[in-house]
């Protein structure tokens, strides 16, 4: 059966330069570098306050040398004798928040921060740089770490924090590893605080584009205990002995709770292999916060818990920003008018072509009214950043927005999706996402539904396909059963068949037009209809026995789905036809030890009209 086929032969090869190679310039483990920046809003400097190394390095190791956002920092690591960069990374951090508020000015102050890099095997130069919202430098500082320096501490060797994983995959070369720790937990609250740890993966994992790439993440739950229970508000007066010393009130804005004790987060996580960390309060008090490339801190009691916890990891592992404001408020420190941010769910229209300009469908509104949201699920919102003037959001509404609304906008989903897999290219994602579109069409769109049925009797031999006549009474009358023309910048260029069981999709037959063939389509369609369907999505491959078989599992395999190795048997579409042995592929939230068999009756009874 090769009814997916076409997937494979409509990619297209593209040359790409010779990538950094890790093993070249890094040993498998973690150089953990502490700093203190400090000073006022007048003048900054940072300080190098400690080196240590990690057993392991949980980090990417491809795209070594690039950067995956701009932040309001970056770290530069050059080798020391040829002065090439052999790794990037940016971050954004409280202390540079801090220097935005009114004490800055009045008050100088240092703050803690620490961050991870691969582990150099020669001489290398770290160049760390600060910048303000008008992206000027406003702090820098060089110095050289030699490898082999005695002064390097050892941690995470011994004396490791108890911890069990949530979710575990595969090794963290292979995942993104996020660890999840405890604060304001005491020894006898350890089990509640792993209970609120699930809770926490489990609303991430909720929310596309994490649900359908959960497979490509590691989750541990790091139980750091505390003295008292609860953690520090300072409004009522209560202050807490606790694990990272966090408290609300942070700025004076009673809801926003961070900890400045940067150094104790990572001294808790030694030995364990982590990228992104999110810390639960133990309080029912309403708060949180989310620092790009630092931590996630927010509450586990309070009722918004589940929204909030999704909100705060969109700021610290996407660097995304706020997309609320406040009704006739115009705030312009934090976002000034005449520069672009960096970060990329909000716009100045400064350089707009650099954001999600590409994903507007034709003639959308500038700005884009709220009353028409319905027709522009992506447009050009006035309003976000703090500010109801002069900044622009890609949605009416967003979990970046409101606690209420369930789902990441399309720019923020795109984001996510590249930093992923880190493909240094959002705006074509962007652009190619609102490129493929899906019309569903009946046996009344003549001119389609002809244009359908030629690809499908080209495509495919007979056996391969229902009973012409039984197709089209399958599309006028089955209301599960979705034919559909794929739209490429509103031109025809194949169809897609499918069936929607409400608790997953499954893919029945698709093609390309052999005149649309070798523009990119396959890929581009796979990834408009997993966004689009927000389901798990069964599609049948055949044995792994050709070239052909086993390069097309592959590439399903490199888009998120998982191959389910339980024997099934494909039946036929006509009476006498033999059934042939094929696979089942998942992609999103099924397992096979669970799920297959419920899914492999559906399949039988619905598609195939059989037991």
Wanted: charged share 20%; with cysteine.
């Amino acid at each position: 059966m090769k009814k997916h086929i076409l997937f494979l032969l409509c990619l297209i090869a593209v040359a790409s330069t010779r990538a950094q190679v890790f093993a070249d310039h890094f040993a498998d483990k973690t150089l953990r570098v502490d700093y203190i920046f400090n000073g006022n809003a007048s003048g900054q400097a940072i300080c190098l306050d400690g080196l240590s190394a990690l057993p392991t390095w949980a980090g990417r190791k491809h795209h070594l040398a690039e950067l995956p956002l701009q932040g309001n920092g970056q770290i530069v690591m050059r080798n020391a004798a040829s002065g090439k960069t052999i790794y990037t990374t940016s971050f954004s951090s409280l202390f540079q928040e801090w220097l935005e508020t009114d004490e800055a000015r009045n008050v100088t102050k240092g703050f803690e921060n620490t961050f991870l890099l691969p582990y150099p095997l020669q001489p290398v130069e770290i160049e760390i740089t600060l910048l303000d919202p008008r992206r000027n430098v406003r702090a820098s500082m060089k110095h050289i770490v030699h490898p082999n320096d005695v002064l390097i501490e050892q941690k995470g060797n011994s004396h490791i924090t108890p911890h069990k994983y949530l979710l575990h995959n595969d090794s963290p070369e292979k995942c993104i590893d996020v660890a999840i720790l405890a604060e304001g937990y005491t020894l006898q609250e350890i089990q509640t605080f792993y209970e609120d740890a699930d809770i926490a993966c489990k609303s991430i994992f909720d929310h596309e584009p994490f649900k359908s790439m959960k497979k490509r993440f590691n989750v541990v739950a790091v139980a750091s205990p505390s003295t008292d229970s609860g953690v520090s508000v300072p409004r009522l007066n209560e202050w807490k002995h606790t694990a990272f010393g966090s408290h609300f009130s942070t700025f004076y804005s009673d809801r926003y709770l961070t900890t400045s004790r940067v150094k104790a987060i990572h001294d808790a996580l030694a030995g364990i292999p982590y990228e992104h960390i999110i810390i639960l309060a133990n309080t029912e008090e309403y708060g949180g916060g989310g620092i790009y490339n630092s931590y996630t801190l927010t509450t586990a009691h309070h009722p918004m818990f589940r929204p909030v916890v999704v909100h705060e990891f969109g700021h610290s592992f996407g660097g995304l920003a706020d997309e609320y404001f406040y009704d006739n408020d115009v705030m312009t420190d934090t976002y000034p008018l005449d520069i672009e941010p960096w970060e990329q769910n909000i716009s100045t229209q400064v350089d707009f072509a650099a954001k999600w300009k590409d994903m507007l469908s034709e003639n959308t509104p500038v700005p884009t009214p709220a009353e028409v949201s319905e027709n522009y699920p992506t447009g050009v919102y006035e309003g976000g950043g703090y500010s109801a003037k002069g900044i622009f959001r890609p949605a009416e509404n967003c979990r970046m927005r409101t606690n209420e609304y369930p789902a990441f906008c399309l720019c923020a989903n795109a984001l996510f999706a590249e930093l992923l897999s880190f493909i240094p290219n959002k705006k074509q994602i962007l652009k190619n996402l609102l490129m493929i579109k899906f019309q569903r069409i009946t046996t009344t769109d003549a001119a389609l539904y002809k244009y359908m049925e030629q690809l499908m009797t080209a495509s495919f031999p007979s056996e391969e396909y229902r009973p012409l006549e039984e197709l089209r009474n399958y599309t006028d009358s089955k209301p599960h059963f979705y034919c559909n023309i794929i739209l490429h910048q509103n031109t025809p260029v194949g169809f897609i068949t499918y069936w929607d069981f409400g608790h997953f999709c499954y893919v029945e037959h698709f093609a390309i037009d052999p005149s649309q063939r070798n523009g990119g389509h396959g890929k581009n369609v796979l990834n408009q209809l997993c966004h689009q369907l927000k389901k798990p999505i069964i599609l049948e491959v055949e044995m792994p026995e050709e070239e052909m078989a086993i390069r097309r599992i592959n590439f399903y395999k490199r888009q998120g789905f998982t191959l389910w190795e339980k024997p099934y048997m494909q039946p036929p579409y006509k009476s006498g036809d033999d059934y042939l042995p094929m696979l089942l592929m998942a992609y999103g939230d099924l397992e096979c030890d669970k799920d297959f068999e419920q899914v492999k009756k559906c399949i039988y009874r619905e598609v195939y009209n059989t037991k």
